[in-house]
């Protein structure tokens, strides 16, 4: 075995190890939660359908991958090698959904009571549920394709195939591709551009919060900064990380499938780079995004207080 094959299984098996570690300990610290008496809060619910869909991305996708830097050949059979593949595109859709559905569910939360989506802030959560088992099935539905063009390597049919490391990509016809790429994006567009207005609309609240606390006594406002930079911070880092980890996978993906013959390193990249945000998401959640019991956002109720007090 080389010593590129060998630096790339140690990148393949460090990320699943770190990934999966990572989502362990966020699971573990959300199940303490539960048991030490904290009420099951809605976007509980959407990290632990994130928790799974990371599991899912970074073991179907980095265990195969490593076995194939190691040297391992012809490991799979058919149905292994499609149910792999078919369970890290199920994974990495709803991974997309969950984000997006946390950060919309944040915007919505944070809003002013005299904004637009103050009757969301009621109605959303009962919702939650609903979006989350729509997007499962979303995803189970289209990645249906992967089922049909995907093989085994074993069975030596290099003819119109694409070799993907532990399987074969079998190539179908343009019109077929074109379609599936259409019924693919529209989904991950739309969770995209969702994700990048909620991220805008928090921001925007942050700022305004901001600015209503510089007329306050700086004993307050000192105290409520910190809160607000780490709020700001967090929502920078999780959408950032994500928007670019996925914007590079898609150019990568882009170049592999549409090359006739990609080379192992651009097929490897595209691998490790689609599950970066799996890996690293579980410890920016941790770090300060837990949003059930994190003091990150303790700064709302105090700001949902002032205004009903104004109002009232």
């Not at 300060?288 to 009903?308: D, Q, Y």
Request: with cysteine.
């Amino acid at each position: 075995m080389e010593a590129s094959d060998k630096a790339i299984a140690v990148m393949f098996s460090t990320q699943t190890l770190v990934g999966v570690l990572g989502n362990l300990c966020l699971l573990c610290r959300y199940m303490l939660f539960c048991f030490s008496g904290f009420s099951f809060k809605s976007t509980d619910l959407i990290l632990w359908h994130m928790i799974v869909a990371n599991f899912l991305t970074l073991l179907c996708k980095g265990v195969p991958q490593t076995m194939v830097a190691l040297g391992f050949k012809d490991f799979l059979n058919d149905f292994g090698c499609k149910l792999l593949v078919y369970l890290h595109r199920v994974g990495r859709g709803v991974c997309m959904s969950s984000t997006c559905s946390l950060s919309v569910f944040q915007a919505i939360t944070i809003s002013p009571w005299n904004s637009l989506w103050a009757e969301l802030k009621v109605e959303a959560p009962k919702y939650i549920s609903s979006s989350l088992c729509l997007s499962w099935i979303l995803y189970v539905l289209i990645s249906i394709f992967s089922l049909v063009y995907t093989s085994a390597k074993f069975k030596n049919n290099t003819k119109n195939t694409k070799d993907l490391g532990y399987c074969f990509a079998v190539r179908p016809d343009k019109i077929i591709y074109t379609l599936y790429a259409i019924i693919q994006s529209v989904p991950d567009l739309i969770f995209v551009g969702l994700m990048l207005w909620a991220s805008s609309s928090m921001l925007f609240t942050l700022h305004r919060h901001k600015q209503r606390m510089q007329h306050m006594p700086r004993t307050n406002v000192s105290s409520r900064r910190s809160t607000e930079s780490r709020a700001t911070e967090t929502i920078l880092l999780l959408v950032s990380t994500f928007v670019c980890s996925y914007t590079l996978s898609c150019m990568l993906t882009l170049s592999v499938t549409l090359l006739l013959n990609p080379s192992w390193s651009l097929v490897n990249m595209a691998a490790i780079v689609a599950g970066s945000f799996p890996a690293m998401s579980p410890f920016l959640l941790m770090r300060c995004h837990n949003v059930a019991h994190s003091p990150c956002f303790s700064w709302i109720k105090t700001e949902k207080m002032s205004i009903i007090l104004k109002l009232t």
